[in-house]
Nanobody, 130 residues
Framework: QVQLVESGGGMVQAGESLRLSCTVS????????MGWFRQAPGKEREGISC???????????YYRSSVEGRFTVSRDNSKDMLYLEMNNLKPEDAAIYFC????????????????????WGQGTHVTVSE
């Protein structure tokens, strides 16, 4: 059984940082592109980042423009872990954050579409106050 468990969410003030982790079991993520999504109250879930199976260089990492330059995704395939370093958080970043795993190695043109990922975590809450 594949399980993804996010952790590291919390309540911070604008300008502060958080680091999210995604622990995967039942799946060797080395064969998976991994994504981060978020869903704010009353809004649809949106993809914000994708990292190719190796994540060894910047060419295999993608960010939505709203988070680029502030968020950094990384992975440790030896530990089946995915991370999201979030800096300079803004109130508009407040959401439930989800990690997701695909059954292919590469982030394709549909990398921000939820349907591109087969496995999902339950999410971790991030609250950002002014």
């Amino acid at each position: 059984q594949v399980q993804l468990v996010e952790s590291g969410g919390g309540m911070v003030q604008a300008g502060e940082s958080l680091r999210l982790s995604c622990t995967v079991s039942g799946l060797a993520i080395i064969d998976s592109a991994m994504g981060w999504f978020r869903q704010a109250p009353g809004k649809e879930r949106e993809g914000i980042s994708c990292i190719n199976w190796s994540g060894r260089d910047d060419s295999g990492v993608y960010y939505r423009s709203s988070v680029e330059g502030r968020f950094t995704v990384s992975r440790d395939n030896s530990k089946d872990m995915l991370y999201l370093e979030m800096n300079n958080l803004k109130p508009e970043d407040a959401a439930i954050y989800f990690c997701a795993a695909a059954t292919w190695r590469w982030c394709g043109s549909n990398r921000y579409e939820a349907a591109s990922y087969q496995y999902w975590g339950q999410g971790t809450h991030v609250t950002v106050s002014e």
